[in-house]
């Protein structure tokens, strides 16, 4: 089903005069029909690219140079597109694959472009939908989900062409368990019928999913082995930088109780409704406590982004009030709130814009006027690993790059609350490690940290546990592992 010799693609150079970006050298691969194959590696070593060349979107749609021959499902990728359905891909960032009106719509496109008759179009649509548990929005437009129900969306859409060979680019990253579990019996369900599947990620239990691993590092890929035998040598995949057990983070606790502390947060009957659709958040009630840590978790759709995003003015509530280190947020400019709240986006490339990584660190220095912005700007490269991609423009970064810029960004800003919206999607072990590190600084400094994730580990780590569903907090405690997991298995709306 797959089959590369010599592999090898490099980008068009970032600047003028600069040399071509070698990603791919002269790599093979071999898959077979009902196969699954993992490829592991860390941010950067060019996944996301060799699942853009095996599904002929590069160099067709990205420019750059390609060398040596590749056949997906029977088609010479090097003498023109394969056919559509053939080859399905989900990219790590699956909203920006999203372009219909409707999640109905999003899923009829692909089947229209095949010219399948009508009412086969009808019957896949419904059963996607009910298969992904995206039935009850169906009418909803992409751009509305949260992002785990757009990779349900995005996943959806492709499971419904059946196609021959299936490229999955971090499928399990962002989901809750229901939602992982339902990409894993759909990946069953497809390799019984003969569908290949090829999985890119840095995640070792994404690719435990694969019966095969293989390693990606400096453009060429090692030989496969089992995952059971690649995976079981926790020490190597550490030293690689694709693992960082819990075992060894750093301390998260708190430095002294923060229960008798003023808020920093107040959220009184907040209710929320977008233009279309019903209330998204209902009655929340809600006081943190300066300095502590809070994780915010609940199935995907339950409402966990838009509450965050009334904490920095990006949303205004439709009624009930928020307060901000005891000020309300009423109408106060965004500029204006961002120097009491520091804010990750959970898509990175929503808040990336400036035509470098070291003017995307100083620029909100600069806005807000912070003392000495080149002395904070040094400080966020090198405690994040970016000073060698200072001069780059962080657009054409790939996504775990990205997050990085956006944590780099957060940091020098030195806000007194930060608000995290899965900030570990997309990060090797080294980026987990320099995220744990700076969330241990935060902590020793008194910064209150309100963090959303699906990471039950990390989530376990916070002071308080938060959990929101069909927009409501169902509970607010410290809660065990055990207790996570059904939490994250509760049915989305």
Request: with cysteine.
């Amino acid at each position: 089903m797959i089959s590369a010799h010599h592999l090898s693609f490099a980008y068009a150079p970032h600047q003028p005069g600069d040399p071509p970006v070698q990603v791919l050298r002269g790599l093979s691969l071999e898959l077979g029909a009902g196969e699954a194959l993992a490829v592991m590696g860390t941010t950067g070593a060019g996944k996301s690219t060799l699942g853009h060349v095996l599904a002929g979107l590069a160099p067709r749609h990205t420019g750059g140079t390609l060398s040596g021959t590749v056949k997906v499902a029977g088609f010479d990728l090097g003498g023109g597109p394969p056919a559509i359905g053939s080859i399905g891909l989900l990219f790590q960032d699956a909203a920006t694959q999203l372009f219909n009106t409707s999640v109905e719509n999003e899923v009829a496109w692909g089947l229209e472009a095949m010219g399948l008759p009508s009412g086969e179009i009808e019957t896949r649509v419904a059963e996607a939908l009910e298969r992904f548990d995206l039935a009850a929005v169906r009418h909803r437009p992409p751009w509305a989900l949260s992002g785990g129900q757009q990779k349900r969306l995005a996943l959806a859409a492709i499971w419904a062409m059946r196609p021959y060979v299936l490229i999955l680019d971090e499928p399990l990253a962002g989901l809750d368990a229901e939602g992982r579990a339902e990409v894993l019996s759909t990946v069953s369900t497809l390799r019984q019928a003969g569908t290949a599947f090829l999985v890119m990620t840095l995640r070792p239990e994404t690719a435990a999913q694969a019966t095969r691993i293989a390693f990606l590092d400096g453009g060429t890929l090692s030989r496969s082995a089992t995952a059971r035998s690649a995976l079981e040598q926790e020490d190597v995949l550490t030293r690689a930088g694709l693992l960082y057990p819990p075992s060894r983070w750093p301390d998260l606790g708190p430095v002294a109780d923060s229960q008798g502390n003023a808020p920093a947060v107040e959220i009184q009957d907040l209710h929320f409704q977008y233009t279309e659709g019903e209330e998204v958040l209902r009655g929340i009630d809600l006081r943190i406590s300066q300095g502590q840590f809070v994780a915010l978790v609940g199935p995907n759709g339950a409402g966990k982004s838009t509450l965050v995003r009334h904490l920095n003015g990006l949303l205004r509530a439709t009624r009930g009030t928020v307060r901000v280190l005891g000020q309300a947020i009423g109408n106060r400019p965004t500029g204006e709130i961002a120097r009491d709240v520091g804010f990750l986006f959970q898509r990175p490339e929503q808040q990336l814009f400036a035509s470098t990584v070291r003017e995307e660190i100083a620029f909100g220095l600069r806005r807000l006027k912070r003392s000495d912005p080149e002395q904070h700007v040094r400080r966020a490269l090198s405690r994040f690993g970016l000073e060698h991609l200072a001069e780059h423009p962080p657009a054409l970064l790939g996504y775990g790059a990205q997050r990085t810029v956006t944590l780099a960004s957060l940091a020098a800003l030195e806000a007194p609350i930060v608000v995290l919206d899965e900030p570990t999607v997309g990060l090797d072990g080294r980026g987990m490690a320099q995220l744990l590190d700076w969330l241990a600084d935060l902590r020793r400094a008194n910064v209150t940290i309100l963090l959303v994730t699906h990471e039950l580990d990390l989530a376990a780590r916070a002071d308080r546990i938060i959990t929101l569903d069909r927009g409501r907090i169902v509970a607010d405690d410290k809660t065990d592992r055990a207790r996570l997991t059904d939490i994250q298995c509760a049915e989305a709306p």
